[in-house]
């Protein structure tokens, strides 16, 4: 398989629920990053990861939580959601961050509706 | 505050013509710039990108301009056809920095 997988395409939980989206890159890169996409809403950074650790967490509540195992895989965990919080989930990765080796590679995104 | 925007939520277009998407950024720290088409249902995918150390950038029939002076960049494409109907987000990166600030897109529509 090749370039950023993530799942599930979509999904729909209460706001009870703890559910985890997983992302996957199969292009060596050593960044990963989350993106939320509301409708009418430019991509909203969440998250970065560089080489497994955290390098930004960009004010996102702590219903939110991610994991990197390593540099192939993402997750977000989520646990408590607000209708809110439905939205695109994109998961990204690039080579490296900044300038020219920040060009990211998306993965086709999950669909979260929360109900 | 949005760092990147773009104006025209939707561009509508006759096939064969040039579609022209804008871009305006405020961050002068932005050094490097970066186009990214989406279908619906599908992640964003990479299209063209310039570095502020040029003013244009060519691939195909998609070309970038960069004026510095005035913090805008354009894409033109030309010609255009059916296939290039999607949301085109225009990005920004600073060398120092790690996070694409992203505008909001702006929907092209292609018509036969």
């Known amino acids: 398989e090749t370039g950023v997988t993530q799942t599930p395409r979509h999904l729909v939980m209460g706001m009870t629920n703890k559910k985890s989206l997983k992302c996957e890159q199969h292009l060596g890169h050593n960044a990963m990053y989350w993106y939320k996409q509301s409708a009418k809403k430019p991509l909203e950074l969440m998250f970065v990861y560089n080489f497994k650790e955290q390098t930004e967490n960009n004010s996102v509540p702590s219903r939110f939580s991610p994991e990197c195992p390593n540099s192939s895989h993402l997750f977000l965990h989520l646990h408590t959601l607000q209708p809110e919080d439905s939205a695109l989930y994109l998961c990204a990765s690039s080579q490296d961050t900044g300038g020219a080796s920040n060009e990211q590679f998306f993965g086709p995104g999950t669909r979260l509706t929360v109900l | 505050d949005q760092q990147v925007k773009q104006n025209s939520p939707s561009l509508s277009v006759q096939e064969g013509r040039i579609s022209i998407l804008n871009c305006d950024y405020t961050n002068s720290m932005f050094d490097y710039f970066l186009w990214y088409k989406k279908y619906p249902a599908e992640g964003p995918t990479f299209l063209i990108s310039?570095?502020?150390?040029?003013d244009k950038n060519e691939d195909g029939r998609f070309t970038v301009f960069l004026n510095k002076s005035a913090k805008h960049l354009s894409l033109h494409i030309v010609p255009s056809q059916p296939g290039d109907s999607a949301v085109y987000f225009c990005?920004?990166?600073?060398?120092?920095?790690?996070?694409?600030?992203f505008g909001k897109g702006t929907s092209l529509l292609v018509t036969p």
């Open positions: 990005a920004a990166n600073s060398n120092s920095g790690y996070a694409l600030n």
């Open positions: 310039i570095s502020s150390i040029k």
